[in-house]
C-alpha cells in the first residue's frame, strides 16, 4: 500500500514550457486534491476533484489544468509555466470530505 | 484578517520543556479542526484532530474554544524528534457543499538539546 504518490519529485522548466505532475493514491479515496506551498503563504487549494468524473477550482487555479483519469490518478498540468509557479506541488486524497488528508511526498518545480 | 492565523515561530525550546502553540480563525461556522505535522521538505502529516472536548495523545494535547475561536496545541516533555512545522487547519461546509480546507502558514518549533 503505496498511499500517494507523485511524479516527478524534482523538475526545473523554462519559461512557457508545459508539464504535468502525477498523482495516483491506492487507498479507493473518492476525493483528491492539489496544493502549493509558497513560504509564508502555507498551503493554497489549487484544484479539487471530489469524485471521478469532477473537478472544481480552488483558491489559486490561474495557469493550471486538472484531470481526473480515474478514482486512482490526479493529473495538474501547467500549459505555461511562468516564474510565478515555482513552488512545492503536493496531492492529496481523503476518504470522505472532513476525514484525514493523506498527502503524496511532493513536487519541487522551479520555473525560470 | 485571515481565515486561519498562526504565530510563525521560532519557538526555540530546550529538551523536556511544555510549549504550547495557539490558532485563531476567522469564521465561527467553521466546523472541524486539525493539527498536521510537517518535517522539512515533507509532506504534511496529521497529528491530532481536535474536539469541543478536547483530546490528548501521550504527550500532545489538543483544545478547542469556539467561543474566542481558537485552538490550541500542547507539546509536554519535548523531544528533540518534536522538532517541526506545526499546521492548523480549519474546515468548513460552504454553500457549494464542498468542505473547504484551510491550512495555516504554520508554527515552527525547534526542541533544543
Known amino acids: 500500500n503505496a498511499g500517494v504518490t507523485q511524479t516527478p519529485k524534482f523538475q526545473v522548466l523554462k519559461t512557457g514550457q508545459s508539464m504535468t505532475l502525477q498523482c495516483a493514491q491506492d487507498?479507493?479515496?473518492?476525493?483528491m486534491y492539489w496544493y502549493r506551498q509558497d513560504p509564508g503563504m502555507g498551503l493554497r487549494l489549487i484544484y479539487y476533484?471530489?469524485?471521478?468524473?469532477?473537478?472544481d477550482k480552488g483558491e489559486v487555479p490561474n495557469g493550471y489544468n486538472v484531470s481526473r483519469l480515474n478514482k486512482r490518478e490526479f493529473s495538474l498540468r501547467l500549459e505555461s509555466a511562468a516564474p510565478s509557479q515555482t513552488s512545492v506541488y503536493f496531492c492529496?486524497?481523503?476518504?470522505?470530505?472532513?476525514?484525514?488528508?493523506?498527502f503524496g511526498p511532493g513536487t519541487r518545480l522551479t520555473v525560470l | 484578517r485571515k481565515e486561519v492565523e498562526q504565530d510563525p515561530g521560532p519557538f526555540n525550546v530546550p529538551e523536556g520543556a511544555t510549549v504550547a502553540f495557539n490558532c485563531t480563525y476567522s469564521?465561527?461556522?467553521?466546523?472541524?479542526f486539525f493539527w498536521y505535522r510537517q518535517d522539512c521538505r515533507k509532506e504534511p502529516k496529521l497529528l491530532m484532530s481536535?474536539?469541543?472536548s478536547g483530546n490528548e495523545d501521550g504527550r500532545f494535547t489538543a483544545q478547542l474554544n469556539r467561543a474566542s475561536q481558537y485552538i490550541s496545541l500542547l507539546i509536554r516533555d519535548s523531544k528533540l524528534s518534536d522538532s517541526a512545522t506545526y499546521l492548523c487547519?480549519?474546515?468548513?461546509?460552504?454553500?457549494?457543499?464542498?468542505?473547504?480546507?484551510?491550512f495555516g502558514t504554520g508554527t515552527k518549533l525547534q526542541v533544543i538539546p
Open positions: 492529496a486524497s481523503v476518504r470522505g470530505n472532513t476525514d484525514t488528508q493523506y
Open positions: 487507498m479507493n479515496h473518492n476525493s
Open positions: 476533484s471530489a469524485s471521478e468524473g469532477t473537478t
Open positions: 469564521n465561527s461556522a467553521s466546523q472541524s
Open positions: 481536535v474536539y469541543s
Open positions: 487547519v480549519v474546515t468548513l461546509l460552504n454553500s457549494g457543499g464542498y468542505q473547504k480546507v484551510t
